[in-house]
């Protein structure tokens, strides 16, 4: 029992701060705030060490992803705690959004113009991508409802690369390489993105990669030294990336492809916050009332998640009536 609530209590740390980086990608820190014209380092640099909230919960995802759980089983889940709570959501702010917003009054706000219900229609659910004003966030739980639809062949990938000569080495390496070649071409080899089927290539690899991870968390668990390189690497890479993406910005003020999740800078990042959490299990675990905390946190990160960009609105519109 005790192994589980341990496990239990570094996953839901490592959804915690995961929520967090997403709340804080979503902040929007533009590296040209002073409107200068030149790129802030320190905002650029704090956008990097937020930038991998998403890459934070497909690794998560990829933990249990390849359990032996029957196919039809998994899209029995995904039906009813994934895709009902989505359109429920949606169509909440879809009639709702404008007045929760304070933009329109509650009659404006739910008498909705014939051509919102076909670019729905259209968008929502043809292209299968968030046409929704308030939900385009949401394009996670679409790219995930992909994901788990490609379960058999995500797994196959994986036993695939795990199938070479120094297995689950190999394949991080494969796919490592794989992004840092992406990267170089600032995202035209492979044109990943946020949505469909470029969202959900990019994410398997982050699947993968929690999955393989996860597998070895044994031999992790409780070695601060690992703990510590971990944390090291996380900081290390997120500087590199930074300056990177300084470098990008002198080429294309609108050039900022090393700050997002489906990124070698990512991959690796995720790698040594793995390392940390799990490196440093004890201290999450050694306290039952932290235990507590840390779960119902965890557990309550998909409400706050969902609720936040009302929040994030109402924050904008009051900033830019300052401004």
Not at 56 to 80: A, E, H, N, Q, T
Not at 199 to 209: H, P, R
């Amino acid at each position: 029992m005790s192994k589980i609530i341990k496990s239990d209590s570094c996953v839901e740390f490592l959804r915690i701060l995961g929520f967090l980086f997403v709340v804080g990608t979503h902040t929007k820190l533009s590296p040209f705030y002073n409107g200068s014209g030149d790129a802030s380092y320190t905002c650029t640099l704090i956008s990097c060490f937020f930038a991998d909230g998403v890459a934070v919960f497909w690794m998560i995802l990829g933990f249990f992803f390849f359990k032996d759980i029957s196919y039809p089983l998994r899209l029995k889940k995904l039906f009813f705690r994934i895709i009902i709570p989505m359109f429920v959501y949606t169509a909440i702010m879809f009639y709702l959004g404008d007045f929760l917003a304070g933009e329109k009054s509650f009659i404006e706000s739910v008498s909705q113009p014939l051509s919102a219900y076909k670019d729905f229609v259209k968008i929502g659910l043809l292209q299968w991508t968030p046409a929704v004003k308030y939900t385009g966030y949401l394009w996670y739980l679409y790219v995930y409802v992909i994901v788990v639809l490609l379960q058999p062949a995500i797994s196959g990938m994986k036993k695939a690369l795990s199938s070479f000569r120094y297995g689950n080495i190999s394949a991080l390496i494969v796919m490592l390489a794989i992004l840092v070649i992406n990267d170089i071409s600032l995202n035209k080899t492979f044109s990943f993105s946020h949505h469909t089927f470029g969202g959900a290539v990019a994410a398997s690899f982050f699947v993968i990669l929690g999955g393989i991870l996860y597998e070895n968390k044994e031999k992790i668990k409780g070695r601060w030294y690992l703990g510590i390189i971990g944390i090291a690497v996380f900081v290390a890479v997120n500087i590199l990336r930074s300056r990177i993406q300084m470098y990008c910005y002198t080429l294309d003020p609108i050039s900022d492809e090393p700050i997002y999740w489906f990124t070698s800078f990512a991959f690796i990042a995720l790698i040594g916050l793995f390392l940390f959490v799990f490196g440093f299990s004890k201290v999450f675990t050694s306290n039952k009332a932290g235990v507590a905390i840390i779960g119902h946190l965890g557990k309550c990160g998909l409400v706050a998640y969902l609720v936040h960009a009302i929040v994030m609105v109402d924050a904008t519109l009051k900033v830019d009536t300052e401004r």
